[in-house]
């Protein structure tokens, strides 16, 4: 069993993430802005913890840390605003991983998106292009670190019924869609698949089952 922190934890990936890691016999505190998503939060089977990562420094995000052993981010400020977005999916994510390293967290799983990295080829004028550049950079930072780091990159995501299965860009994936519920099921299983570890894992829904895929992607 694992203690997880989940960053963002009222997100819709994080809200599908809840139940399937406390299924699997994990404990989840669950990171989350607003007090008013206590009640949401507590219902998926996490502990709501309500803290503004944004404006914490990583003493402060050490803290909230204290007690855990897994990381996962799923936070993300939404677009829209250019230097929120560097602030919350570049700044606090990378302080976030340099806590969990002064906290003594060995495993951080940070949610990205398909086809993210410096060669993304997104153009500085295009509304995307914070986004890409502040994924980019966070991503690049956790490959850095001494953490035991995996990087998810799902394609476009829908409200769809989870299928159970995907397919990896190694595979064959080219970026179309995948649904929330299977981006959830793939970073539970691949909190308790060592064979992630180290591994940047691009994926679509395709035909293999989801712990079959990311373990030999």
Known sequence: MSRIAVFGGHGQVALRLAPLLV??????????????????????????LVADIEYLDVEKIATLLDGFDTVVWAAGAGG????????????????????????????????????????HGVERGNAFYPYAEAKSEADEYLRSTSLSWTILGPSALTTDPGTGSITTREDGATGESVTRDDVAAVIAAAIDSESTVGRFIEFDNGSTPIEEAIRFS
């Open 23 to 48: 299924a699997r016999g994990h404990e989840v505190g669950s990171i989350i802005r607003n007090s008013a998503q206590i009640d949401e939060v507590a219902d998926a089977g996490a502990t709501p």
């Open 80 to 119: 829209g605003d250019a230097d929120r977005t560097y602030a919350v999916d570049r700044d606090a994510a990378i302080r976030s991983m340099d806590a969990a390293g002064r906290a003594g967290i060995g495993r951080y799983l940070m949610l990205s998106y398909f086809g993210a990295g410096p060669d």
